[in-house]
């Protein structure tokens, strides 16, 4: 399966960007899909992720009620909806997918196996 990142860009402190990352190969709904982010100097740090299935979602503690990910299984995409967003929030953010990924390693980057190529989100304050 390929990932494509798409929607980062600049915005100002408090606005709101979408994220999308489009799956090839299969079928999304086969994937836990996962959003990443990593600030320079920093260590890759777990965002958001959809369970295969659309079964449940989940969320870092630092973006929790700010951001939501949803699906959309017909169009093979996983959007990432940033809402209220901090300087802290900049970052190049990846989305990541696996198949057979348990829900206690969800957070974890090394458990997955296909990687998007990333999009830089800035934000100014």
Same mark, same amino acid.
């Given at each position: 399966?390929?990932?494509?990142?798409?929607?980062?860009?600049?915005? @100002? &402190?408090?606005?709101?960007? !979408?994220?999308?990352?489009?799956? #090839?190969? *299969?079928?999304?709904? %086969?994937?836990?899909?996962?959003?990443?982010? @990593? &600030?320079?100097?920093?260590? !890759?740090?777990?965002?958001?992720? #959809?369970? *295969?299935?659309?079964? %449940?979602?989940?969320?870092?503690?630092?973006?929790?009620?700010?951001?939501?990910?949803?699906?959309?299984?017909?169009?093979?995409?996983?959007?990432?909806?940033?809402?209220?967003?901090?300087?802290?929030?900049?970052?190049?953010?990846?989305?990541?997918?696996?198949?057979?990924?348990?829900?206690?390693?969800?957070?974890?980057?090394?458990?997955?196996?296909?990687?998007?190529?990333?999009?830089?989100?800035?934000?100014?304050?």
């Amino acid at each position: 399966v390929q990932l494509q990142a798409s929607g980062g860009g600049l915005v @100002q &402190a408090g606005g709101s960007l !979408r994220l999308s990352c489009l799956t #090839s190969g *299969r079928t999304s709904s %086969s994937y836990t899909v996962s959003w990443f982010r @990593q &600030a320079p100097e920093k260590e !890759r740090e777990f965002v958001a992720a #959809s369970r *295969r299935g659309g079964t %449940s979602t989940h969320y870092g503690d630092a973006v929790k009620g700010r951001f939501t990910i949803s699906r959309d299984n017909a169009k093979n995409t996983v959007y990432l909806q940033m809402n209220s967003l901090k300087p802290e929030d900049t970052a190049v953010y990846y989305c990541a997918a696996d198949a057979g990924i348990i829900l206690s390693s969800i957070r974890i980057p090394r458990y997955y196996d296909y990687w998007g190529q990333g999009t830089l989100v800035t934000v100014s304050s």
